[in-house]
């Protein structure tokens, strides 16, 4: 095994100025593991952590000041282990950066994986501290990997925020409008929209031109419309906007246009984040949705057990769609990891598109 550890840096000032660092592998206390990455997908959400990240998604994996360690989902080996219950050669699936190696404090062991107790963790959210191991994950599927690796932390978001619009009556909406509709995240919103059956809700698709004939095929919105195009849709239905761009003119043009009749406006991602400004929108102001919010609620009234039973249901559902829409990408080594970087910060994301990274050559 490698005796250093390769790490991708991104500055937190400018998310185009990116590096390579290596430095040695650490020396590994009592009571933790060296973690080597497999595998790991990068779609758009991964861009929204990069841009949101200053109060928690950078916060997990340390850096040099002024740089991040970029991350995604993915899997990875235990190369060492010095905590018991967890072996080397364990997989697991989980939260990590984009760098060859990771270390951890493991806490607690269970049948199912183990959480960290990194004391700069700590106060982070409990879903991103949880590594699942795929001998014991009943939603880890072998063949079915690369997909996992690509969509389940997403479709997470998918599924909590079709609850959480179902839970609050839609806000009154008869309409849902979904900003950049191409993102992985509102294509899992649009199909659990659809699979619900939900007559009296409209999905809308917004979307580049480029994108209308994909989102269209899917069968999962019951119109997509181009950006340019939102003056098109009726300013009288009542309206509830969940937007994945961050796109602060399309915003505007949607609640200038839809006036009154936008009842709630949810910013979910980032995936136009140069195009971003803090600056509120008239009418009805935006709120930043918390997956990790909606998850306490329903956990609290379903039981933690009742939440998993309906989320793989709907993923495995999910999951048996993406045979006919989904392409995978798998690329290997720094100089290909860091071409589909750019690609992505650069918007130049395919909707039909999946990428699957490896540091391996």
């Known amino acids: 095994?490698?005796?250093?550890?390769?790490?991708?840096?991104?500055?937190?000032?400018?998310?185009?100025?990116?590096?390579?660092?290596?430095?040695?592998?650490?020396?590994?206390?009592?009571?933790?593991?060296?973690?080597?990455?497999?595998?790991?997908?990068?779609?758009?959400?991964?861009?929204?952590?990069?841009?949101?990240?200053?109060?928690?998604?950078?916060?997990?994996?340390?850096?040099?000041?002024?740089?991040?360690?970029?991350?995604?989902?993915?899997?990875?080996?235990?190369?060492?282990?010095?905590?018991?219950?967890v072996s080397e050669g364990d997989r697991f699936y989980g939260y990590l950066p984009i760098s060859s190696h990771l270390t951890l404090e493991v806490d607690e062991v269970t049948p199912a994986g183990f959480t960290v107790a990194d004391a700069h963790r700590r106060d982070l959210p409990a879903i991103y501290n949880l590594y699942h191991g795929t001998a014991a994950d009943p939603t880890y599927l072998p063949d079915r990997e690369a997909e996992q690796a690509l969509l389940r932390p997403v479709f997470r978001t998918s599924f909590m925020l079709d609850d959480y619009l179902a839970d609050n009556g839609f806000f009154g909406a008869r309409r849902v409008v979904l900003g950049s509709a191409s993102s992985k995240t509102a294509l899992g919103l649009a199909f659990m929209l659809s699979r619900k059956r939900r007559p009296d809700i409209e999905?809308?698709?917004?979307?580049?031109?480029?994108?209308?004939?994909?989102?269209?095929?899917?069968?999962?919105?019951?119109?997509?419309?181009?950006?340019?195009?939102?003056?098109?849709?009726?300013?009288?239905?009542?309206?509830?906007?969940?937007?994945?761009?961050?796109?602060?003119?399309?915003?505007?043009?949607?609640?200038?246009?839809?006036?009154?009749?936008?009842?709630?406006?949810?910013?979910?991602?980032?995936?136009?984040?140069?195009?971003?400004?803090?600056?509120?929108?008239?009418?009805?102001?935006?709120?930043?949705?918390?997956?990790?919010?909606?998850?306490?609620?329903r956990t609290a009234e379903w039981g933690l057990s009742e939440i998993q039973r309906r989320l793989q249901e709907d993923w495995r559902a999910f999951l048996e769609t993406t045979?006919?829409?989904?392409?995978?990408?798998?690329?290997?080594?720094?100089?290909?990891?860091?071409?589909?970087?750019?690609?992505?910060?650069?918007?130049g994301a395919k909707p039909w598109q999946g990428h699957l990274l490896s540091l391996a050559d």
């Open 203 to 297: 999905v809308v698709g917004l979307s580049a031109s480029t994108n209308l004939g994909f989102l269209q095929r899917l069968g999962w919105f019951d119109r997509v419309t181009a950006y340019e195009d939102l003056a098109s849709l009726s300013a009288e239905t009542p309206s509830a906007y969940v937007d994945m761009s961050g796109n602060a003119e399309v915003r505007a043009g949607l609640h200038d246009h839809l006036g009154d009749a936008l009842r709630f406006d949810a910013r979910v991602g980032s995936t136009h984040w140069s195009r971003m400004d803090e600056r509120p929108p008239q009418g009805v102001q935006p709120q930043l949705f918390s997956m990790a919010e909606q998850m306490k609620k």
């Open 323 to 347: 045979n006919d829409w989904l392409e995978l990408n798998e690329v290997r080594g720094d100089a290909a990891v860091e071409a589909v970087y750019r690609e992505m910060i650069g918007g």
């Open 1 to 85: 095994m490698a005796e250093t550890c390769r790490q991708f840096l991104v500055r937190k000032d400018d998310l185009h100025t990116v590096r390579w660092a290596s430095e040695p592998l650490p020396d590994l206390p009592w009571g933790s593991v060296l973690l080597q990455l497999e595998r790991a997908g990068f779609t758009a959400n991964n861009v929204t952590y990069a841009v949101r990240g200053e109060n928690l998604f950078w916060r997990f994996f340390p850096a040099p000041d002024g740089w991040f360690r970029f991350p995604v989902w993915g899997f990875a080996v235990v190369a060492r282990s010095r905590a018991a219950g």
